[in-house]
């Protein structure tokens, strides 16, 4: 049974730092890729970034690049979301999700909520 675990959440002054943490479990973790997807209140879902399993590319959306840094410890079964420079507009829920081999999410956390306010 696939299981993911996000945490770390919390509230941040702007121009904090957070590192979310998502703990997988029921599968083969080192062989999938995996995303952040976050969600704002009142909006839609926004891919934040993505980890590939084989190669270990990361890719970001224009909004964070440059201030987050995805990263995964395949031996701990665990994916990292680590946030700099943080900003009001970062406040959202913020889910790691699988990625099965059609590059389609197949597994999500229940999420862990960011609120970025002074």
């Known amino acids: 049974q696939v299981q993911l675990v996000e945490s770390g959440g919390g509230l941040v002054q702007p121009e904090g730092s957070l590192r979310l943490s998502c703990a997988a479990s029921?599968?083969?973790?080192?062989?999938?890729?995996m995303s952040w997807v976050r969600q704002a209140p009142g909006k839609g879902l926004e891919w934040v970034a993505d980890?590939?399993?084989?190669?270990?590319?990361?890719y970001y959306a224009d909004s964070v690049k440059g201030r987050f840094t995805i990263s995964r410890d395949n031996a701990k079964n665990t994916l990292y979301l680590q946030m700099n420079s943080l900003k009001p507009e970062d406040t959202a829920k913020y889910y790691c999700a699988k990625i099965d081999p059609l590059y389609m999410y197949d597994y999500w956390g229940q999420g862990t909520q960011v609120t970025v306010s002074s």
């Open positions: 980890i590939h399993s084989t190669n270990g590319n990361t």
């Open positions: 029921g599968f083969t973790f080192s062989r999938f890729a």
